[in-house]
Each structure stands twice: as structure tokens, then as C-alpha cells.
């Protein structure tokens, strides 16, 4: 199995662009998390889908955030206008489960908004 | 919301030592993880520890759990420089899907 797959693995941008950060999950998963991992919050979640439908979106810090997930096998999220606040470590992780056990995570996306 | 809490935040030990790390949370839960994330690297799951159970052995990992003092610990024994990473307790929330993690333990094994 070739785990949680996420790309880019680094992205470097300007402040006012747009960002789209990728995941696939783990097949046969249908659990999927987007995390946001930072020096001063640590690991945030900040959107779940289950079977593909958004369940909770509450941590997505302002609309210039959204997450899609038209399959099982592909998830993006977008930040749109990009902001210097926005740098930080994006995890995808999926589970087979609720979530609340085991979430296998991916590489991460190392995002700098300049 | 973060409800595990990690400590200490950072540790540093020699090859052969063990480490342990501890873990404090507030609500009661119904398993409590741990996690590992080496430099640059998404989190690797470690070991799971359900509420009813007190202690979990994989490897030369050792956890412990007391709900009475809502508090989880990793040891690791007999350390090896490969073991350097941040440690993190995830525990899960309310809502059912959620995992609260800690903001870690940093871990650095010299040789």
C-alpha cells in the first residue's frame, strides 16, 4: 500500500494566490482529515469527511479556505487569496474507521506564503 | 481544542537510556494514541490504549494509562539515536471522529 499520497510536497507563493494542495487517501478508507500543523498551534484539524461528505468544518479558519472531496480517492484544499498567516505544514490523513482510531497520515505540504 | 498535554516538552537522553514521556488530558475519553514525527515527516501512529485497559507493550514501547488521573505515558526503552523525533498523545473527542493532539514531546536520542 503506498499510503497517504499529498502534493505538492513544498509550495512556495505569493500573497494573493491561489494554493491547491492534494490528497489521495488510503484505499478502502473512508475517513478523510485535513490537518494544519504550526510552531504556535500545533496540529490543528481543520476539516473531516466521511464517505466523501463534509462532516465538520469548523476548524477551517475563514472562507478563503475550502476542501472538496469529489471521490473517495482525491481531495484538494484551496486557499484563495493565499496570506503570509497561512504558512504552515498541511497533513491529509484517512482512516477506515470514524477516525478516533488509527489516522495514517501523509508526507505533509510544506506551504510559504511570501 | 487540544486536550492532550504533553511533558516535558523537551528531552534530551543518550543511546541505551530509556525515555519517558507523560500525558495529561481533561475529559474522559475513550482511547488515547500515540503518535511519532520525525523531522519534516507526517505522524506515524505508535500504539492505541482504550480506556479499559492499563498498560500496552509493542516493541520497546511501553504505555501506560490511569483514567483516574487522566494522565498516559510512553516509555521507550533502551533508546537509539533513530528513536529522535516529537512524540505526540492524541486523544479522542466528543464529536465522535475527532483526535485532540498535544503540541508533543521533542525527543533527541545522542549517540
Known amino acids: 500500500d503506498a499510503g497517504v499520497i499529498q502534493s505538492p510536497r513544498h509550495e512556495v507563493t505569493e500573497m494573493g494566490q491561489e494554493v491547491t494542495l492534494r490528497c489521495k487517501p488510503i484505499?478502502?478508507?473512508?475517513?478523510l482529515f485535513w490537518y494544519r500543523q504550526t510552531m504556535m498551534r500545533g496540529l490543528e484539524l481543520l476539516i473531516y469527511?466521511?464517505?466523501?461528505?463534509?462532516?465538520?468544518d469548523s476548524g477551517m479558519p475563514e472562507d478563503r479556505f475550502s476542501a472538496k472531496m469529489p471521490n473517495a480517492s482525491f481531495s484538494t484544499l484551496k486557499i484563495q487569496p493565499s496570506e503570509p498567516r497561512d504558512s504552515a505544514v498541511y497533513f491529509c490523513?484517512?482512516?477506515?474507521?470514524?477516525?478516533?482510531?488509527?489516522?495514517?497520515f501523509g508526507p505533509g505540504t510544506r506551504l510559504t506564503v511570501l | 481544542s487540544q486536550q492532550g498535554e504533553e511533558d516535558p516538552q523537551a528531552l534530551s537522553i543518550q543511546e541505551g537510556e530509556n525515555a519517558t514521556m507523560n500525558c495529561s488530558y481533561k475529559?474522559?475519553?475513550?482511547?488515547l494514541q500515540w503518535y511519532r514525527q520525525n523531522s519534516g515527516r507526517g505522524l506515524v501512529h505508535l500504539i492505541l490504549?482504550?480506556?479499559?485497559?492499563r498498560e500496552k507493550h509493542s516493541g520497546r514501547l511501553r504505555v501506560t494509562l490511569d483514567t483516574s488521573k487522566k494522565s498516559s505515558s510512553l516509555l521507550i526503552t533502551a533508546s537509539r539515536a533513530a528513536d529522535t523525533a516529537s512524540y505526540f498523545c492524541?486523544?479522542?473527542?466528543?464529536?465522535?471522529?475527532?483526535?485532540?493532539f498535544g503540541k508533543g514531546t521533542s525527543l533527541l536520542v545522542t549517540p
Open positions: 469527511f466521511n464517505n466523501n461528505v463534509p462532516i465538520d
Open positions: 490523513a484517512s482512516s477506515s474507521s470514524t477516525g478516533t482510531d488509527t489516522q495514517y
Open positions: 492524541a486523544t479522542d473527542s466528543n464529536s465522535g471522529y475527532a483526535l485532540n
Open positions: 475529559t474522559s475519553i475513550n482511547n
Open positions: 484505499s478502502g478508507h473512508n475517513s
Open positions: 490504549i482504550r480506556s479499559n485497559e
